[in-house]
Each structure stands twice: as structure tokens, then as C-alpha cells.
């Protein structure tokens, strides 16, 4: 996902167009026929499953939606089309929302599909990092610009960051492979899976699992939609959720359609369905099983608002809304 700085000025000039500009979006992407479009995050990839499948199997269709998908990119940044009402939803982070709504995007989160924030340390099984501790005295190959992140985990854990050797890498598992770092900061659905498809046994620290706390592929709308197109996004979460329901029963099957529905996207058919089972494990939890996908409660967005102070990204618990989750799940988790 791109940075927020890559793309704020877009924001800040679709804002600045005003409250018109974002009714004549909503004008011409909600008929009197439901068209509606979502925005996705990134490129195509099972990370998407849910939607794919909900596309495929016709439950936004059973709501009386015509569902546009619209893949992001390093370039085609989530906000800007929910801003503009081009599309009624988008999938974000909340480490990205909370810059945005700093500079004055109106946005709710409304659903969180990732319980636990994709962000790992993968390592060789050889020579592995298994918890926080483990690297003091390692080099770590990253992005310089997820140097909070790290910052964040050391706080959180106790650990000297200054004891750590940071090495600027790609976006690419050769630096580890190489032996020129010791462990990578990387999503645990891409990397780690890539090394796991080519036989390369490694191994993975979530950094969820030690404190933190960031909403990941979070679902966003306008505060505005949340009353004036209600309806709307009532049914278009209400489908997403029937088809990541769908998903978890059967993932070999979501990174199948995948592939079928995206067959020039350069897709890797066995990466896609480990991918797809990775997933499980940061989609779904206890919670979810309780109360239904993309719960959260007042406790897990107090840990996020406290983890994104700690990133330099302060955010009020008021972004989070589980008004249309409420609304949802009136009658149970499963629909």
C-alpha cells in the first residue's frame, strides 16, 4: 500500500472541491438501479477473496446491488474515490485513516477485516526470530519508513531499537535469502509465503501477537453515507461479510476463482492458496466466531488509538462506527 503522503494532496484537493463535489459522485455512481462502487486496496490477489466470491455467488446482487470492484495500487490510493463518493466504500488501514481524518476526511470505520495487523518478522528457520527479544544484535532489512513500526514494537517490548542494524531493502525476500539481513519487516501473507512456496523453511513473528495493535483492511465510508446511504452500505457490508463467510469454508476454492477471475494478473496458483489460508489466522478469531466478521469493541480500538499515538498518528475512538455491524448482526453471527 502506498504511503499516506504519497496521496494526501489528492485528498486535500477533493476536499477542498466541497460538499458538491461529493454529492454529484454520489449522484452518479448510486442510481435508481443501486449501482455502487468499492475500492479496494491493492492489486488483485486472494487477499480479496471475500469480495471475489460475493461478486461471484450474486449476494450483493440478492441485496439489489450492482457492486463495481475497483483494484487500488501503489497508485490508485484507497481515500481519494471514497472522498469523491466514486466509490461508497473502500478497504483502508487505520493507520491510514487516521492522517486523512487529521486533515479533515470524513471518514467511519465501519468493519475490520484483519483482527490481527499483517505486519511480521520473517526470519530463516535456521536462524530464527521468534519474539522481540530475538533482535537485538540482528539486521533487519525494511523500509525506512516503517522505522516506527519497529519503534513501536521495540517500545512496546522493551527492547533497544538502537541494538538493532536497520538495512534499507526492496520489497523482496532475496536480501534474506542471501544472507545479507538476518530477518525482513513484511506482510505475513506475501514474503513468508513466497519463501514457504519455494521450499525455503522460515519462520514468522506477528507482531500482533506483542502488542501491536493496528486495524488492518478496515472498511471505510463518508460519515455523511452512514446516514444518507444507509441503506446502501447496509447491503453492500452485508455482502462482503456473506462472501468472507463463504471464504473461510473453503479457501483452496477462493484462491481458485481468484485465478480464474484474474488470469493476467502474473498470480502464483499454490501461492494463492496458501495465502488464502495464511489469511484465516488474521481475519478470524474467538471475537469474529462471537460476534461475526469485522467485529471490533470499544477494548481493541482503545488498543489501536493508544499503538497509533506511539506512531505519531493520533486518532479519536469516534472514527470507529459499529452502527451497520450492529444492524448486520441483529440476529446472530451467521447470516
Known amino acids: 500500500?502506498?504511503?499516506?503522503?504519497?496521496?494526501?494532496?489528492?485528498?486535500?484537493r477533493l476536499l477542498a472541491a466541497g460538499a458538491g463535489t461529493m454529492a454529484m459522485g454520489s449522484r452518479l455512481a448510486f442510481g435508481a438501479d443501486?449501482?455502487?462502487?468499492?475500492?479496494?486496496?491493492?492489486?488483485?490477489s486472494?487477499?480479496?477473496?471475500?469480495?471475489?466470491i460475493a461478486k461471484d455467488k450474486g449476494f450483493w446482487t440478492a441485496e439489489g446491488l450492482d457492486v463495481a470492484l475497483a483494484h487500488g495500487g501503489p497508485n490508485a490510493p484507497v481515500e481519494p474515490p471514497v472522498v469523491s463518493g466514486t466509490a461508497l466504500m473502500g478497504i483502508s488501514a487505520a493507520d491510514y485513516v487516521a492522517p486523512a481524518v487529521a486533515e479533515g476526511a470524513p471518514f467511519k470505520i465501519i468493519g475490520v477485516a484483519m483482527q490481527k495487523n499483517p505486519f511480521a518478522i520473517a526470519s530463516l528457520a535456521a536462524n530464527p526470530v521468534k519474539e522481540p527479544k530475538d533482535l537485538v544484535g540482528k539486521k533487519i532489512g525494511m523500509a525506512t519508513a516503517n522505522t516506527p513500526?519497529?519503534?513501536a514494537v521495540c517500545t512496546i517490548n522493551d527492547v533497544d531499537i538502537n541494538e538493532i542494524t536497520i538495512v534499507p531493502t526492496q520489497y523482496d525476500a532475496a536480501p534474506l535469502v542471501n544472507g545479507e539481513v538476518d530477518c525482513l519487516l513484511?506482510?505475513?501473507?506475501?514474503?513468508?509465503?513466497?519463501?514457504?512456496?519455494k521450499g525455503i523453511d522460515n519462520v514468522t513473528m506477528l507482531l500482533a501477537d506483542y502488542g501491536y495493535t493496528v486495524h488492518s483492511q478496515t472498511y471505510i465510508v463518508l460519515e455523511d453515507s452512514?446516514?444518507?446511504?444507509?441503506?446502501?452500505?447496509?447491503?453492500?457490508l452485508r455482502g462482503e461479510v456473506k462472501g468472507w463467510q463463504t471464504y473461510k469454508e473453503n479457501t483452496d476454492a477462493a484462491a481458485e476463482l481468484t485465478m480464474k477471475m484474474f488470469p493476467d494478473a502474473g498470480l502464483d496458483a499454490e501461492a494463492q492458496k496458501v495465502q488464502a489460508r495464511e489469511q484465516l489466522k488474521l481475519m478470524f478469531s474467538p471475537l469474529t466466531d462471537e460476534y461475526g466478521f469485522g467485529w471490533f469493541t470499544?477494548?481493541?480500538?482503545?488498543?489501536?488509538?493508544?499503538?497509533l499515538a506511539m506512531l505519531g498518528k493520533p486518532i479519536s475512538p469516534d472514527v470507529w462506527d459499529r452502527s451497520i455491524l450492529e444492524e448486520i448482526y441483529?440476529?446472530?453471527p451467521t447470516l
Open 298 to 307: 470499544d477494548e481493541t480500538v482503545a488498543a489501536n488509538v493508544e499503538t
Open 34 to 44: 443501486m449501482s455502487v462502487g468499492f475500492q479496494l486496496s491493492w492489486l488483485p
Open 226 to 236: 452512514l446516514t444518507n446511504k444507509r441503506d446502501e452500505v447496509v447491503k453492500l
Open 1 to 12: 500500500m502506498a504511503s499516506w503522503d504519497m496521496h494526501r494532496r489528492d485528498v486535500l
Open 46 to 52: 486472494v487477499q480479496f477473496g471475500g469480495s471475489y
Open 330 to 332: 441483529k440476529d446472530g
Open 149 to 151: 513500526v519497529l519503534q
Open 186 to 197: 513484511c506482510w505475513l501473507t506475501d514474503l513468508p509465503v513466497a519463501m514457504t512456496v
